[in-house]
């Protein structure tokens, strides 16, 4: 296996910094939404990931049943 040859000079992140990410604003309570859990839900099947392995859990339930 060839050897790892990045850069692995950080001082591009830590001191130089990207002026672009610099002038961001970090997301706290004060400057996003807060959810409610139904609120999560709905996003949450808004996912086929989540509605397919629902789907699949509600499947082997029934069939235990």
Avoid: C, W
């Avoid at 939404?33 to 139904?38: D, P, R, S």
């Amino acid at each position: 296996m060839p050897a790892d040859s990045r850069d692995l000079n950080y001082s591009n992140y830590f001191e130089d910094g990207s002026k672009s990410i610099t002038a961001s604003y970090e997301y706290n309570s004060d400057n996003t939404t807060i959810l409610t859990v139904e609120e999560i839900k709905e996003k949450l099947l808004t996912l086929k990931y989540v509605r397919t392995e629902l789907s699949k859990y509600h499947k082997r339930q029934e069939r235990l049943h």
